[in-house]
């Protein structure tokens, strides 16, 4: 084993071979805590072969495999408890375990299967293995981007520090494991955007329904232009401008304010995949709203912007042509639409 590995290979291999579906009513138990060990895992030695530049072994056993839907379904299953479990179970009165950390280890299952995916999903082929899940990620990050901009447009403070349940004081530590879950939704929104990104990268060789369900159905173009406007990755604090980056929020000098952030760029190149790629120019519907909508990004598009990202001069363009004309209404075609596969 290499000095930089986190697992062997067979190693990796056996813990990619072995993920399983599980339901919402087997979180918890002691094969879904040996299941989210090995995620753990898997997701470290992901992240380290593509930081380093190396072969992405982790990428290639769970397309291999036939695991990439099993991920989808455990990140909506964890999700549904979280939901539906988590909230009844900080609100029982005779609820006093000696230790929050098993809790905490289920609600930041999901911040973990976020980030595997996120690392994953920018190869072309780990989204063509998504299968039918697909529609069901889509699906989910669409709701996190839109709890996010809800919770932007109403003030909440977000990605706060974060703090480990260790209080010596169970009440406390339920409280602080309340709000970890609240910084870790923050972070799993902020790579839902970078996934639906690498999404909008492979529309191309996608099924129709998954293009027809990022224009039409969620209408994600109007979402990217909210998120734009809202911008919940900067804030300033202390009159000091800051920026979300890494997972945490990092003062931004003065000199530096109109550079663009990763989170910036992935809006930026998901907006020019959506409207410009052919195949989504031949789906989405443009009626009236969203054109308005859509024309609110003219500001945006300074020639700063457009120096960091050139291909962003097309777009210019576009929403110019856009401005002055009315747009040609998408074909009628007759599609069937598949459902999205809703997980319990």
Not at 251 to 256: I, L, R
Request: aromatic share 6%.
């Amino acid at each position: 084993m290499e000095a930089s590995s986190v697992l062997m290979s067979g190693e990796a291999a056996g813990m990619a071979r072995s993920l399983r579906r599980s339901s919402v009513r087997d979180t918890g138990s002691g094969g879904w805590f040996k299941q989210h060990e090995y995620i753990e895992k898997l997701n470290m030695q992901a992240i380290l072969n593509a930081s380093t530049g190396q072969e992405e072994m982790i990428k290639d056993l769970l397309v291999t495999h036939g695991k990439v839907p099993v991920l989808i379904y455990e990140l909506i299953s964890v999700e549904i408890w979280k939901q539906r479990v988590f909230p009844v179970i900080c609100q029982l009165q005779d609820f006093q375990p000696k230790s929050t950390f098993p809790l905490y280890m289920v609600v930041h299952h999901e911040a973990t299967i976020i980030n595997l995916l996120e690392t994953i999903f920018f190869h072309k082929d780990v989204c063509e293995s998504a299968e039918d899940l697909a529609l069901d990620l889509i699906d989910y990050c669409h709701r996190k981007l839109t709890l996010l901009l809800s919770r932007s447009s109403t003030g909440e403070i977000q990605g706060q520090d974060r703090l480990l349940p260790n209080s010596t004081s169970e009440t406390s530590s339920l409280e602080e494991l309340k709000l970890q879950a609240e910084a870790l939704d923050f972070d799993i929104a902020l790579k839902c955007l970078s996934v639906l990104r690498y999404i909008t990268d492979s529309t191309d060789s996608l099924p129709l329904s998954v293009t027809t369900r990022l224009l039409n159905t969620h209408n994600l173009p109007c979402v990217l232009v909210e998120l734009l406007h809202n911008c919940p990755w900067s804030r300033r604090s202390k009159g000091q401008l800051q920026k979300y980056e890494g997972g945490r929020w990092l003062s931004v000098a003065a000199e530096e304010q109109q550079k663009m952030t990763k989170l910036d760029g992935q809006v930026w190149i998901s907006l020019y995949n959506l409207l410009l790629r052919p195949e989504c120019q031949h789906k989405y519907n443009i009626n009236s709203f969203t054109r308005g909508q859509l024309l609110k990004l003219r500001p945006f598009l300074t020639d700063v912007v457009i120096d960091q990202l050139p291909n962003l001069l097309e777009l210019q363009r576009f929403l110019s042509h856009l401005s002055v004309s009315e747009p040609a209404p998408p074909k009628k075609e007759l599609v069937l639409e598949q459902v999205p596969e809703h997980c319990t």
